[in-house]
Nanobody, 122 residues
Framework: QVQLVESGGGLVQAGGSLRLSCTASGSTSGSTFSSLAMAWFRQAPGKERDVVAA????????YYPDSVKGRFAISRDNDKNTLYLQMNSLKPEDTAVYFC???????????WGRGTQVTVSS
């Protein structure tokens, strides 16, 4: 099993920055974490959960939807079993609960954190 815990959310003014972290624990080892593809999703009230960034197990391939491209950056430190999301130039529409997710290659995102709230005030 993989347990994921997010941190770093909070309240920020529009134009500000936040960095989210997601630490994997439980039965993971460093080699296990480095085998996982990881992603950040977000869900605003009344909306579906959407991916905002994804990274492969090596960390050399990333994906961003147009809504956050150029503002968000995903990265990982496999030595620390930690995933990051640097969010810059935040907008009120970025307000949501942000979730960390993990999957083994060829599978769906089966492992999820509980989420961290990000609120961007105008």
């Amino acid at each position: 099993q993989v347990q994921l815990v997010e941190s770093g959310g909070g309240l920020v003014q529009a134009g500000g920055s936040l960095r989210l972290s997601c630490t994997a624990s439980g039965s993971t080892s460093g080699s296990t974490f480095s085998s996982l593809a990881m992603a950040w999703f977000r869900q605003a009230p009344g909306k579906e959960r959407d991916v905002v960034a994804a990274i492969n197990w090596v960390g050399d391939s990333t994906y961003y939807p147009d809504s956050v491209k150029g503002r968000f950056a995903i990265s990982r430190d496999n030595d620390k079993n930690t995933l990051y999301l640097q969010m810059n130039s935040l907008k009120p529409e970025d307000t949501a609960v942000y979730f960390c997710a993990a999957r083994y290659p060829g599978t769906d995102y089966d492992y999820w954190g509980r989420g961290t709230q990000v609120t961007v005030s105008s």
